[in-house]
């Protein structure tokens, strides 16, 4: 019986030649690792990014450019949203090859060597398509990178964003025996697995060549300036970020989080969620809260200690097979980072009727005093608009303007 192979090491890097073409690189993300935040900051900085440092972050808008100048990046000036991944895999497939022909042939054109697309998908079989298809018609070389995350943080996170949509997991303990489980078999949870167990790589991603998919681990020891954004861009030759702005936050692009008790009282609020995926009563709720109880909070544990073991316990054999090929880990051990046996552990509750009352009339009290200053700039502009009509009616030898 012949010995199983070992699995092909990944690459440590990205490799750019300039003078073989454009590459490109695919951020796959994953969920939960700051891909927004880099989606937000190469949009912010596009200009710089395509002129100094070699990278086209293609735009569905180009209007969005921050300058009057711009290259001839394509686009379609109907589409708003600077997050072109998600836009991009809503078109049909000759749509989407137009448009990466086009990007390509900007690249081309201006020397350009990296090509690069973000999407917080790696076990989309559509996006891997997407890349796959291109590669081969545009003669291009694609490279794929993806962070993962240990599985407790993610599960955590994940129950913040999407568990506590369902109806039947009301605690993050819940959610996590589901997913061990395989509880569910719908979209969401699918994905969740493939991502948790790192099976993305090669039942999605398997048609790479290894050498050409770079896995990260997402915590700040392990990250450039422990941070995201710097850590990819690095991966793509940008030095420092430093000198480059960041975008302004929002709740979409930064994931500012709630306090545990926002995040009961949306949870209560379950059937307001539109599916899984609304994220619309967050929007509302991070828009009338007061900032203090819209602040994040990674320092409270939401995992029981007792669930946060058997988790890591869970997934130690996807870890290890992952991390013996990833370069610098041969040891298998994927995450540095080990939890604190101490930190404070958030233990679910239901909320006091003070609780949901303080917080429903802070809301209330926050919307009122913005209705207030609305009110004033309103008063205000219609002043000046009777003003102006006198004045004209003035200037036409009229006495009076119409009210």
Not at 181 to 194: P, Q, T, Y
Request: glycine share 8%; proline share 9%; charged share 25%.
């Amino acid at each position: 019986m012949p010995a199983p192979t070992q699995p092909a090491t990944l690459a440590s890097g990205i490799r750019i030649d300039p003078a073989s073409g454009p590459v490109l690189v695919a951020h796959l993300g994953g969920p939960k690792t700051g891909s927004s935040a880099i989606q937000a900051f190469c949009d912010h900085n596009r200009t710089p990014l395509f002129r100094k440092h070699g990278i086209l972050y293609p735009t569905l808008n180009p209007d969005r450019l921050p300058d009057d100048d711009r290259p001839a990046i394509p686009g379609d000036p109907n589409f708003e949203l600077p997050h072109h991944g998600a836009v991009i895999m809503g078109m049909e497939p000759d749509a989407q090859d137009d448009y990466l022909a086009r990007a390509v042939a900007t690249c081309r054109a201006a020397n350009t060597p990296i090509l690069l697309l973000s999407l917080e998908a790696p076990s989309l079989p559509g996006y891997a398509d997407m890349v796959r298809r291109n590669a081969t018609r545009l003669n291009l070389r694609a490279v794929a990178v993806c962070y993962v995350r240990r599985q407790d943080t993610w599960m955590e996170d994940a129950w913040k964003q999407w568990g506590l949509k369902y109806d039947q997991y009301p605690t993050p303990d819940d959610f996590a025996r589901a997913l061990m489980g395989r509880e569910l078999d719908d979209v969401f949870f699918r994905a969740a697995v493939s991502v948790l167990e790192h099976a993305w790589l090669d039942t999605v991603w398997g048609f790479m060549n290894p050498g050409d998919v770079v896995v990260r681990p997402y915590e700040r020891s392990a990250l450039q300036c422990g941070d995201v954004v710097a850590d990819l861009l690095g991966l793509l030759g940008v030095g420092s970020i430093a000198h480059l702005p960041s975008p302004p936050a929002t709740n979409f692009n930064t994931n500012h989080g709630f306090t545990p008790e926002a995040i009961r009282l949306l949870r209560m609020v379950r059937p307001m969620f539109d599916g899984v995926f609304d994220n619309g009563p967050y929007e509302m709720l991070y828009d009338a809260l007061p900032r203090a109880a819209a602040a994040p909070f990674g320092h409270v544990g939401l995992l029981s200690p007792g669930m946060r073991g058997r988790v890591l316990d869970h997934y130690a054999p996807c870890n290890q097979r992952l991390a013996r090929r990833v370069p610098g880990h041969e040891d298998g051990v994927l995450f540095r980072e080990t939890p604190d046996p101490h930190a404070p552990w958030w233990p679910d509750r239901e909320l006091t009727t003070q609780e949901v009352t303080t917080m429903l009339m802070q809301c209330i009290q926050r919307q009122h005093v913005r209705l207030g200053e609305l009110q004033g700039r309103i008063e205000r502009l219609e002043r000046l608009e009777r003003m102006a009509r006198r004045r004209l009616a003035a200037l036409d030898g009229g006495l009076d303007a119409p009210e």
